[in-house]
């Protein structure tokens, strides 16, 4: 039995979930889940500025068309993260500030894109976050079938409907809903020991504690050495 091309009850990462996980970087979230889950760097936020972090209300879609797009907005709930696998075309731009502004107005936590948009300045204005591998002007068709609430592959990572989507100036990162929930003791121990170190680099202990040991292991240095 086939499955339907339009998925509606997955089950999203809690509200009280985003709520704590938004609260970190990125960055960090990446560093404990593995290091892993970070999109390619090619998709990258509009502007420097913006940030977002909710479920991820997943749509796949052929090159240049936005059909399933319009279907999505019609569809996600509130605080939900469009993540269109646009197969990475920048031929055209699959939205711009008409759909946009739809995203913003249904109370949608941001979108992110592998493919194009445009309007970007009207867009920076509109201080919605939009995450994309870049612009273009060429307008999208509006005619292939493709598919909502299914797994897709964004930046080359795997995200299924529902995961945490997270992105700021560094890029965007995915981690499983079931998951995120378990990081957030570690995201916060990881948080409060950078910020010890930055401190103690700051007082002018600048030498990693670590690398003498990973210079003799990695055959740089013979054991007792130092740099």
Same mark, same amino acid.
């Given at each position: 039995? /086939?499955?339907?091309?339009?998925?509606?009850?997955?089950?999203?990462?809690?509200? +009280?979930?985003? =709520?704590?996980a938004? $609260?970190?970087?990125?960055?960090?979230?990446?560093?404990?889940? %593995?290091?892993? *889950?970070?999109?390619?760097?090619?998709? $990258?936020?509009?502007?420097?500025?913006? $940030?977002?972090? %909710?479920? =991820?209300?997943?749509?796949e879609?052929?090159?240049?068309?936005?059909?399933? !797009?319009?279907? =999505?907005?019609?569809?996600?709930?509130?605080?939900?993260v469009?993540? !269109?696998?646009?197969?990475?075309?920048? &031929?055209?731009?699959?939205?711009?500030?008409i759909?946009?502004? #739809?995203?913003?107005?249904?109370?949608? #936590?941001?979108?992110?894109?592998?493919?194009?948009?445009?309007? /970007?300045?009207?867009?920076?204005?509109?201080?919605?976050?939009?995450?994309?591998?870049? &612009?273009?002007?060429?307008?999208? &068709?509006?005619?292939? =079938? %493709?598919? !909502?609430? @299914?797994?897709?592959?964004? *930046?080359?990572? &795997?995200?299924?409907?529902?995961?945490?989507?997270? %992105?700021?100036?560094?890029?965007?990162?995915?981690?499983?809903?079931?998951? !995120?929930e378990?990081?957030?003791?570690?995201?916060? @121990?990881?948080?409060?020991?950078?910020?010890k170190?930055?401190?103690?680099?700051?007082? *002018?202990?600048?030498?990693?504690?670590?690398?003498?040991?990973?210079?003799?292991?990695?055959?740089?240095? $013979?054991?007792?050495? +130092?740099?």
């Amino acid at each position: 039995m /086939s499955l339907p091309n339009l998925n509606q009850t997955f089950e999203r990462v809690s509200a +009280t979930v985003v =709520a704590q996980a938004a $609260k970190f970087q990125p960055a960090i979230l990446a560093d404990v889940a %593995g290091r892993r *889950g970070a999109l390619h760097g090619r998709i $990258k936020a509009l502007r420097p500025s913006m $940030k977002l972090a %909710g479920p =991820a209300f997943t749509v796949e879609v052929r090159p240049g068309d936005n059909l399933m !797009i319009h279907a =999505a907005l019609a569809l996600a709930q509130p605080g939900d993260v469009l993540v !269109i696998d646009g197969k990475g075309d920048q &031929t055209s731009a699959l939205m711009g500030t008409i759909m946009m502004s #739809a995203a913003r107005q249904r109370g949608l #936590a941001g979108v992110v894109i592998d493919g194009a948009v445009r309007d /970007s300045l009207e867009l920076e204005e509109m201080k919605f976050p939009v995450f994309s591998v870049g &612009t273009n002007p060429n307008g999208p &068709t509006k005619e292939v =079938a %493709g598919r !909502i609430g @299914h797994p897709v592959c964004v *930046g080359g990572v &795997t995200v299924y409907p529902g995961d945490y989507v997270c %992105g700021d100036a560094d890029g965007v990162v995915v981690v499983e809903r079931e998951k !995120i929930e378990s990081l957030l003791a570690a995201a916060e @121990h990881k948080e409060a020991a950078e910020a010890k170190r930055i401190a103690q680099i700051k007082e *002018g202990n600048t030498a990693a504690p670590w690398l003498l040991a990973s210079l003799v292991t990695a055959g740089v240095l $013979k054991q007792g050495e +130092t740099l």
